[in-house]
């Protein structure tokens, strides 16, 4: 095997995984280096096979691997621990962090910013109670990391924004203040301040999160279209994070 071909110890994270063949898993990874991208791990379904409790979703990892093609082979995978198994809830918003990942990035597109984003959501969904915080803080992060989102301090023309003013926010750009324009097309009217503390990353108040889910659902949409995502749907459905 040549060193060119192989790729050793590289931080990843398990987005999905399915059987291949009768002993093999086929598994879809995210990595900082080498962005999102499939692998086969060969006879990982055996009872004895030393990754069998490794490949774990929503725990970091350490995987060796080795194929430039479409499909690459899992030569060796470890498991860094440190992250509590997400459970009840928080596994159904760790599912909605990997299908809005997926959506949104191409694969082998490397992009050390959205791991990044993705990487702290994941330990905070498993210690943090405001779970609603870290799902608008994750949607918001990696639109920004990957060049859809801009930042929410100015508006349209540069100019700061007002803590008291009111702002259309339409599509993917920047806030424009609100003159009494009528809403048209997939925009939402929000205060200046919600704005502001969305920007400062701050979710304390309930006023700020449900502004915040308001301008994440007109960005998600304009990118991803009214096609609904199946783990949103279910959290919908379930209405435990409504705030």
Known sequence: MSQQARVDRQPAYLLHAQPYRETSLLVEVLTPQHGRFTMVARGARRP????RGVLLPFQPLTLSWFGKGEVRTLHTAEWNGGVPQLSGLRLVCGFYLNELLMKLTARDDAEPRAYAVYDQAVRALAVTDSLSSVLRRYELRLLQALGYAGRFATDQHGVPLDAEASYLCRGLALPE????????GRCVRLPGAALLAIE???Y???????????LLRVLLTELLGEAPLASRELLQAINAIAD
């Open 177 to 184: 203040r609100d003159a009494g324009m009528v809403e048209e």
């Open 204 to 214: 304390v108040a309930v006023s700020t999160r449900r502004a915040a889910r308001s």
């Open 48 to 51: 004895r096979a030393d990754v």
């Open 200 to 202: 400062a990353d701050d």
